[in-house]
């Protein structure tokens, strides 16, 4: 049955550079000589460490243990030593180091024991529990943990899952040859999602550039017997793969600005994490590697499933690193970034290693005064206004970017890609969203500190009240006390009680003047250590002795 699609607004159509890398099969490389796996690698918290330098470890063992619940965890790609636990230089554009686990392996590859669980007997929490401990994170490039997205919602309950295949950027095939592949284990993937989420339908779509994806994933749902999962093929436009355009293009359904496609009933999963899924759930195999697609200026473009924290400069060896090379980048053309480094570690963000060169990726032009053409807005497929954002960011006006909708920008580079005077749009909105982000976290120190400042003089004045109740407790106990014992002899007036105190003072001064006076009486004690003085020594102890003298004498 054919099934109605949409169009999304905007999008545009570059060259895709597809066929090379997709004439041959997945390959597994070789271990590296070491593994610099980076404890942080999905959004969320980043996991502790599990493990110190010098430990023995296994292929699929825990090294990095989730930090709450918005954090997955990391596991050893490969059995070996643990040689330290430092900062490490990671696939990131900020060229900043993360936590890592250095890894030498032993070329055994020895698995911890595995044991898969019962999906039909386990309960839905402790399956997606399963899951974040198991590592799984989206795989499409948001890295979001895949547990979070399975807990449906009791408000809108999942009406449709929709199985991402589309992979629209330039370059990158390791989708389609996953699909390809391994369709099978997709589709298992994908009854257990639909098992968690409780979903009526699901739709896996797939660009009508991958005719051979298509039709193999076809033949998975027909020979799983799965009703109500169809296989659908969509126009290649870029960014068909981004979550909101390919649900528009499916369903019909457009996610407005600052909603979510939950709301509406719908969720969305790439098919390499529903892949993931299966091995973990179904295989007890942790996320311990992926499918990366390695190409550009490369003799030999190919689809390697990679370890992570393998260096991405031994990666690019294998398909043959021509001359010329002069940056790494982790994606593709449109959204890919640069790397800091050429053997920063593959993470789980990694689907694609392309590699520039001045020849395939010549300098970009010099930028020029923006016109306002619109040519920006007419190839935004989130319906925004380019242009306003550029401005606005580029003024530093960060609070009028956010009224046009800044975040809902997805940083496609449709933007960029047609602008006739050149000029790198998507890096406007990067730094705009990065300054406020980080007002953001400045804003939420200083309410911090300042509710620890009024809490501080709260306490404070707290304890000041509650000293000054215990004094006036204590004086009213001793005034009790005294009037009491006052109160035994009603006989005496209150002329008397003054007296009484005149006569004990001056009985005190006498006291003291008694004692004075028979410290003066008393013998003077004889000095020490003045046998065999000399003649100078002793005259200058007999004249202080005499000025002792005369000054008691005057005192007397």
Known sequence: ML???????????????????????????????????????????????????????????????????????????????????????????????????????????????????????TPADEIRDYLR?????????????????????R????????????????????????????????????RVMRQILGAEEVIVGIEDNKPAAVDAMTLAVQTAGLDQVSVVAIPTRYPA????????VLTGIEVPHGARSTDYGVQCFNV?????????????????????????????????????????????????????????????????????????????????VLVSSPSLFPPPPPEMNCIRCGECAKACPADLQPFELYWFSRAKNFGKAQEYHLFDCIECGCCSYVCPSHIRLVDYYRFAKSEIWARERDKDAADAARERFDFRNLRQEREKQEK?????????????????????????????????????????????????????ERAPVPPRNTDNLSADKQAEIDAIEARRAAARQEAE
């Open 241 to 248: 793969g981004g979550a909101k355009q390919l649900i528009r």
């Open 133 to 153: 401990d198991q590592g799984v994170v989206g795989l499409g490039g948001a890295v979001f943990p895949s547990h979070l997205k399975l807990k449906a919602s």
């Open 468 to 520: 000054a109740a215990r004094l006036a407790a204590k004086a009213a106990e001793t005034r009790a006390k005294l009037a009491g014992e006052s109160g035994d002899d009603d006989k005496t007036t209150s002329s008397a009680k003054p007296s009484q105190a005149e006569e004990a003072k001056k009985a005190l001064i006498a006291a003291a003047l008694e004692k004075a006076r028979q410290q003066k």
């Open 272 to 352: 390499g994490t529903a892949y993931a899924i299966h091995e973990a759930l179904e295989l007890d195999q942790p996320l311990i590697s992926r499918i990366v697609t390695v190409a550009g200026n490369v003799g030999q473009p190919r689809n390697y499933e990679v370890l992570f924290g393998t260096p991405m400069n031994e990666l690019v060896a294998l398909a043959g690193e021509l001359p010329g090379t002069d940056a790494y980048i982790m994606g593709g053309p449109m959204m890919g970034f640069r790397m800091p480094a050429f053997d920063v570690p593959v993470v789980k963000a990694t689907n694609c």
């Open 3 to 121: 099934r109605k699609l949409f169009k999304f607004h905007g999008g545009v159509k570059p060259a895709t550079h597809k066929d090379a890398a997709t004439a041959s099969p997945i390959v597994t490389p070789p271990l590296p000589a070491r593994l610099k796996v980076p404890l942080h690698q999905s959004i969320g918290g980043t996991p502790r460490p599990l493990v110190k330098a010098g430990d023995k470890v296994l292929k699929g063992q825990r090294i990095g243990g989730a930090d709450g619940n918005v954090s997955s965890a990391v596991h050893a790609p490969t059995s070996g030593t643990v040689l330290a636990v430092e900062p490490v230089v990671t696939a990131h554009a900020s060229g900043l180091s993360t936590l890592s686990v250095i890894i030498e392996p032993d070329g055994e590859e020895r698995w911890i024991e595995r044991q898969p669980i019962d999906l039909r007997a």
């Open 155 to 190: 408000e809108k309950p999942t009406r449709t899952l929709v199985i991402n295949g589309a992979e629209c950027e330039p370059f990158i095939t390791c989708d389609d040859m996953l699909m390809r592949e391994r369709a099978a284990g997709i589709v298992s993937g994908i």
